[in-house]
């Protein structure tokens, strides 16, 4: 099973999403290139939009903000895999290990971002608060997963949990690029240092319990006990 797939989708639905897919990924690629080579004050949302070879309109359907385009490019395609990640594990893995281990897999490469990238993000307050919600994203995609492997459970249930993982996770990475850093040769950046895989991991580990009890009787109405 791969969440987010709509069964019947037609071809002419395919190519819509794949155009808008196509655009937003050039939004997003060219809101991290121009805000590198300028600084990220420095640049427009008609900027990146001619950048992308769209309006500036166009570009207000996809981001409501320059610095959400700019995050974006970093963080794409995140909750997807996060979710897919769940869904494909073996049905013998609990489901707190499930959802852990997909988590902190999505952050385990984070902190291989490119050093100019992550100066960018730590030295902006406004991109480290987009940053940091980014994580939100994963709040439905991931409730989609934990149902998919324990069909029958309460949605109120799953999305309280699935709200809970990401809360967790948005700690760990606010910590993460509030921690003490390196300094490099320009006067007064720090680049977050420690691992950010290791802070997303212990903030979800007690969180282990609650996800492995969706797989007992008494997580699902009307199961015999």
């Keep these: 099973m791969i969440c987010g797939r709509v069964p019947g989708m037609t071809g ?10 196509a655009t937003r990924e050039a939004l997003q690629a060219a809101a991290l290139r121009l805000a590198l080579e300028r600084g990220p004050r420095n640049v427009r949302v008609e900027d990146i939009a001619e950048a992308a070879g769209v309006s500036p309109r166009t570009y207000n359907n996809y981001f409501s903000s320059r610095e959400q385009a700019i995050v974006a490019a970093i963080a794409a395609d995140r909750a997807a895999q996060v979710a897919s990640a769940v869904v494909a594990r073996p049905a013998g893995v609990g489901l707190g290990d499930a959802v852990i281990d997909a988590v902190v897999a999505a952050y385990t490469d984070a902190g291989a971002q490119p050093r100019d990238t992550l100066l960018m993000i730590a030295t902006s307050p406004a991109l480290r608060a987009c940053y940091v919600d980014t994580v939100t994203a994963m709040e439905e995609p991931l409730a989609e997963a934990i149902t998919a492997r324990c069909p029958g459970v309460e949605p109120l249930t799953v999305r309280a949990l699935s709200a ?6 948005r700690v760990a990475l606010a910590q993460w690029l509030q921690s003490p ?28 319990p609650a996800l492995d009890a969706l797989t007992t009787p008494d997580a699902r109405p009307g199961e015999e006990r």
């Design 181 to 208: 850093g390196t300094t490099p040769s320009m006067p007064g950046f720090v680049v977050p240092s420690g691992s950010l895989p290791h802070l997303v991991r212990a903030a979800l580990t007690a969180l282990a």
């Design 164 to 169: 809970g993982v990401v809360a967790a996770a």
């Design 12 to 21: 002419a639905t395919s190519l819509r999403e794949r155009k808008k897919r």
